[in-house]
């Protein structure tokens, strides 16, 4: 079976955006009065729980409750909507960009009628600006679906964003290749039944990553690794041995 999509996370994968929301979530905490700052050590660890408003609700739990209010609820709604706002600011004034092929892998495979999709536990208006950004104003459509942060009830590692974007592409898990690079993203979909890529990030180096079909630093590594002319050459390849 030829490569018929590619599914990508969003956060360490298209761009190297962690440092981007941490930031945001320390500026949200600073207009909010709370005497909270993480660290890159903490933001880490906080990592390991997959989607925004939860890793603050993990964070807060184990903070003292008089600092939250007589709703907690309402106390994260609020602080995931400062932030998001922050990362977009920071977004559209230019503090990221996309990882070194990934601009052009999405060109190629456009052009050469390769689906393209969006499986992420960052919420859309992140994704949204992060690809105005770095691709334009019409980049959002030219992915055939963005699913995106509460698309589903559980979150990454479990499978059930993929299997979102396989229902709605009405596609088969084996005619598609992810590209993640967290452990949480390739359990989940691996768990869906897709082959995947990993491109580790700055925060998932020392991650292992069992049952990735390639593991590489940067995607523009693939073609020399995998004897290809080009990166979406090169996915094919990595399809068609896995």
């Known amino acids: 079976m030829s490569l018929e999509a590619i599914i990508f996370d969003v956060d360490g994968t298209l761009a190297e ?60 709604a609020s602080l995931h909507a400062a932030k998001t706002a922050h990362y977009a600011d920071l977004v559209e004034r230019g503090a990221i960009q996309l990882r070194p092929g990934f601009a052009a892998l999405i060109e190629d495979a456009r052009h050469a009628g390769v689906r393209l999709a969006i499986a992420t536990t960052t919420s859309l208006p992140n994704v949204e600006a992060l690809l105005r ?14 699913a995106a942060g509460d698309t589903v009830a559980r979150k990454k590692p479990a499978p059930d964003i993929y299997l979102s974007v396989l229902a709605h592409m009405r596609i088969a898990a084996a005619a598609c290749l992810a590209v993640e690079d967290s452990c949480n993203g390739l359990l989940s ?32 590594q693939t073609p020399h690794r995998l004897g290809a002319g080009n990166i979406l050459a090169a996915l094919q390849e990595l399809h068609r041995r896995t």
């Open 17 to 76: 955006t962690e440092e981007i929301h941490r930031a945001s979530f320390n500026l949200a905490f600073m207009d909010a009065g709370l005497p909270w700052h993480w660290d890159q050590d903490l933001y880490a660890c906080l990592l390991d729980v997959t989607g925004g408003k939860e890793r603050l609700r993990h964070f807060i739990g184990s903070q003292e409750s008089s600092a939250l209010g007589a709703d907690p609820a309402a106390t994260i």
């Open 189 to 220: 979909a691996l768990a869906a039944g897709i082959a995947t890529l990993v491109v580790r990030s700055s925060y998932t180096r020392d991650q292992e990553f069992p049952g990735a079909a390639l593991v590489v630093d940067d995607l523009e």
């Open 133 to 146: 950004a770095t691709l334009g104003e019409r980049a959002v459509g030219f992915f055939e679906i963005i």
